[in-house]
Each structure stands twice: as structure tokens, then as C-alpha cells.
């Protein structure tokens, strides 16, 4: 005989979801949004080659100050690369060295503006996954409320305390699956690339102050619908339906992912029990 109840729970979101996934780190994406600002200069600077060189096309050795004006622009690009090498005395050169350290900035650029979102991770067919423990995480953050809120902890006493909501989310409570496929894909510019939610974030920088930077996100459309299971422990203060009834009823507000709690990722959700074990058990095991 199991050991064990299954319930299968259904969520249809009633905002955007944002990714969580991030590749680097916050004070990387305030570096790359500070490079935002260098844009438009490096546009300006791009334009005064081009002028200056329509200018003298033709000339073999244009005036020492063209040539200073022309080194010390090179010299900005490379301050922004990184890329750091003596400049020639050759026109012709400076300007396919400046050619050159254009495109390494408009690659930095790109590069940096696809690391510092936050995604979603793919699947083979690279559509967005979501990990199930992103629902358990959002039953212990509930648990946590009800249990540390007055009123809610006499209306429903689950929990004693952070320790013993700790030992239920670890013990009581599984995801069957490991990932669930929404069934909507990350919302796509006209492009076809995912589009991004730009918001501000506040941070404490290596220095102890207060600094802000913009965070972007890949985001799942409103509607989006999932659905996974829960193994259940059969003795677990968890396992009655009106119990996970009131913990995602809490929860559907709470939301999931990133800026939940400004809104975000907030669904809707069906629960119910099931009569049968629906994980993918090989034949002639248990």
C-alpha cells in the first residue's frame, strides 16, 4: 500500500510571469545599462569618422589635428572595448582600426543586452520550461506567511513553526514531474526574439551605497496555463484538499517568479485529489 496521496494542480495565469533564470550578476546588469547612456555618444563619434573621412578621402596625409581628432575618437571606442592598442599614424589604418572597434562595441552591446535578462530555461524543442520547484517554493512561502501571521495561523493552523514548515516542504510534499511546459511560449517581438519587461531595480553596490539599475525580463503571457501533480505524504498536516485549498489561495495573490510581489506571475488554480499514482514508474519497479 502507498505511503502517499496525488493531487493534480492546474494554474492559469492572470498577469505576466517573469523569468527567473538570470546569467549574471545585478552589478553586471547596472555596468551594461550604464552603457546604454554610451550610445548615443558612440553614434556621435561615429558620425564624426564618416564626416571626417568624406572629408579627407582621397588626401594620402590629411593635417596633424584630423589625424589627432580621428586617434583620440579611436581612443573612446577603446576605453568602452576594453580593446586597448597602439593607434597608427596611417589614416587608411585609423580608419579600418575605427571600423574594427565598432563592431566589437556593437557585439559588446548585443551580448550585454541578452546576459543581463532574466529567462525562462528551454526544453529540446526550446520552448519555455518552468522548474516544478518554483511551486513548492511558493507553498513554503505561504506556509511561512500563515504560520507568522496571527490572524491566519488561528484560522488555520498548519505549521508550529520555520522549522517544522521546513521539514514539510521537505519531507511531506514533491513535485511528481521535475519540469512543466506552459502552454504558451515567452511573449516574441515582431523580430521573433523574446521581448523583454524593462523595470528599475535598487541594489547596494560594492561600496555600501544605494544604486539603481535597470533589470529586463523574458516574460509568459497572461492566460498561460500549466499543470503538474503532488505527491503527498498520507499522514502530512498537508494532505486535504481544503488545506491546499487555503495555501494557494494565499498563494494565487503571492504569484510566481520574479516581482510577484508588485503583482506578477499571480494565477488562478484548480486542485484536486486523484484515485491513481501518475508518475512514470518503469515495469517490474516501485
Known amino acids: ?143 511561512s506567511i500563515i504560520t507568522n501571521n496571527t490572524t491566519l495561523s488561528k484560522e488555520k493552523k498548519i505549521a508550529k513553526s520555520k522549522v517544522s514548515i521546513q521539514e514539510m516542504v521537505t519531507l511531506d510534499i514533491k513535485p511528481v514531474e521535475r519540469f512543466i511546459v506552459p502552454s504558451e511560449d515567452v511573449v516574441k517581438g515582431k523580430d521573433g526574439k523574446p521581448a523583454l519587461f524593462e523595470r528599475p531595480i535598487r541594489f547596494e553596490d560594492n561600496f555600501g551605497k544605494t544604486a539603481t539599475a535597470i533589470a529586463a525580463s523574458e516574460y509568459l503571457p497572461e492566460g498561460t496555463e500549466f499543470t503538474m501533480h503532488l505527491r503527498v505524504r498520507k499522514d502530512s498536516p498537508l494532505n486535504k484538499k481544503e488545506t491546499l485549498d487555503f495555501i494557494f489561495d494565499l498563494g494565487k495573490n503571492n504569484g510566481l517568479g520574479q516581482n510577484r510581489r508588485a503583482g506578477y506571475g499571480q494565477y488562478f488554480y484548480k486542485i484536486k485529489k486523484i484515485d491513481h499514482d501518475p508518475t512514470p514508474i518503469p515495469k517490474g519497479w516501485k
Open 1 to 143: 500500500m502507498s505511503n502517499y496521496d496525488y493531487y493534480k494542480l492546474e494554474m492559469k495565469l492572470s498577469n505576466w510571469m517573469l523569468g527567473t533564470c538570470t546569467k549574471s550578476s545585478i552589478w553586471m546588469e547596472h555596468i551594461i545599462s550604464k552603457s546604454r547612456k554610451m550610445i548615443k555618444e558612440a553614434n556621435r563619434m561615429t558620425e564624426r569618422v564618416k564626416k571626417t573621412h568624406l572629408k579627407y578621402k582621397g588626401d594620402e596625409i590629411p593635417e596633424d589635428k584630423v589625424l589627432e581628432e580621428l586617434q583620440a575618437i579611436a581612443r573612446k571606442f577603446q576605453e568602452m572595448t576594453g580593446d586597448v592598442t597602439d593607434l597608427p599614424d596611417d589614416v587608411d589604418k585609423l580608419f579600418e582600426l575605427c571600423e574594427d572597434l565598432e563592431k566589437k562595441y556593437d557585439d559588446l552591446v548585443k551580448k550585454g543586452e541578452e546576459i543581463k535578462a532574466t529567462v525562462f530555461m528551454r526544453n529540446k524543442e526550446k520552448h519555455a520550461v518552468i522548474s516544478t520547484h518554483m511551486i513548492i517554493g511558493n507553498i513554503k512561502e505561504n506556509l
